[in-house]
């Protein structure tokens, strides 16, 4: 049966070809932004514009090629050309400093070389439901991160640019003695809680590598000789230490599947004790707009970061409900939730659970 055509105003025109050419040339613009990162030169371009062939002698590129490259970003904003075969950077480009503050250069490399290859393999994913990630590494995204330190010391460093969840001003933490960080990364979130509780002290939980980042960030917050520092995997037994008052999972869950983070709950739960607390900070789905609104910019970006999961790790984001099932099966109550600001990116919420 013939499909009858679209109404007049459904007909695709020039805006609506020009807006799918943009999407389609969009990961174009994403590599050439990673190999700029790559080479540097946004930290040559930090204090002033240079020209190309300075550039190119600066970075051992081929000026003729680097000229086509930075002209392209130029023409999508993102560098300024001026005078003619010179070039400044945009506040977008900025961020790819390195000393920039929560530089996001480590984000255009690992996306520019792991993440790129895992989304050009996204239909062995959708045929299969596995990351595609392992098809394309023969391992899995962690074990891969073990077998290759520059890869890993790049994730680590992105992830330690990522805000601290918006959602931990909502929490009482009034009288708050110990506090473990499980998967704490490069202490940005232990800083903040440290920072506001004079008088508490932390412990921070995570692989080597994030423990020597953690480290020399809070040596240089002045709030190293308030932490212990444990090196391990929160899998393993005995990893999680005891008898602290609040236990937090930040962004750590929704990295892994059902049985992997229930593995991480009844860890926390062997650990805390009877008046313990545990704080979760995931996204939850079920916070999305209805389906027949068009989603904010911080939904659609949770929607993006849950197609990257997909690619590349077993994870996933899950609903509150979700989020129940886990804890209750590993010994815990939902005692309260306290939603982040509408106006913060992701809006992950806290999950405040006690052990029953």
Not at 72 to 92: I, V
Request: with cysteine; charged share 20%; net charge negative.
């Amino acid at each position: 049966m013939t499909q009858p055509a679209p109404a007049a105003d459904q007909q695709p025109g020039i805006a609506e070809r020009a807006a799918l050419f943009s999407v389609l040339t969009g990961g174009w613009i994403a590599q050439a932004c990673y190999a700029i990162a790559k080479l540097g030169i946004p930290d040559l371009l930090a204090e002033a514009p240079r020209t190309v062939d300075d550039l190119a002698a600066a970075c051992g590129a081929d000026p003729r090629a680097l000229h086509r490259t930075l002209r392209a970003l130029s023409a999508s904003d993102l560098l300024r050309e001026s005078p003619p075969r010179t070039f400044a950077l945009t506040p977008t480009t900025r961020l790819l400093c390195s000393d920039y503050r929560r530089s996001s250069r480590p984000t255009a490399l690992m996306f520019g070389e792991e993440v790129h290859g895992a989304f050009g393999e996204i239909l062995h994913t959708l045929r299969t439901g596995r990351p595609a990630f392992e098809r394309l590494h023969d391992v899995p995204f962690y074990d891969y991160l073990g077998e290759h330190p520059q890869a890993a010391a790049t994730f680590h460093a992105a992830m330690g640019a990522a805000a601290v969840p918006a959602a931990l001003a909502a929490c009482d933490l009034r009288g708050l003695g110990t506090v473990v960080d499980i998967g704490g990364g490069e202490g940005g979130l232990l800083a903040k809680v440290l920072a506001r509780h004079r008088a508490a002290r932390g412990v921070l939980v995570d692989l080597p590598e994030s423990i020597d980042l953690a480290r020399t960030r809070l040596t240089e917050a002045g709030l190293a000789d308030r932490v212990d520092f444990v090196p391990g995997s929160f899998f393993d037994e005995k990893t999680v230490p005891p008898g602290a008052d609040l236990y937090i999972l930040s962004r750590v869950l929704h990295n892994w599947d059902d049985p992997s983070a229930a593995t991480i709950l009844r860890r926390v739960r062997e650990a805390i004790p009877p008046d313990g607390r545990l704080l979760v900070f995931e996204y939850l789905e079920d916070q999305d707009e209805p389906p027949t609104t068009r989603p904010t910019r911080f939904a659609a970006q949770a929607k993006l970061i849950d197609l990257l999961m997909l690619v590349m790790v077993d994870g996933h984001d899950r609903t509150l409900a979700q989020y129940r099932t886990l804890l209750t099966a590993a010994g815990f109550a939902i005692r309260s939730i306290h939603p982040a600001p509408t106006h913060a990116s992701r809006s992950e919420t806290a999950i405040e659970a006690v052990p029953v």
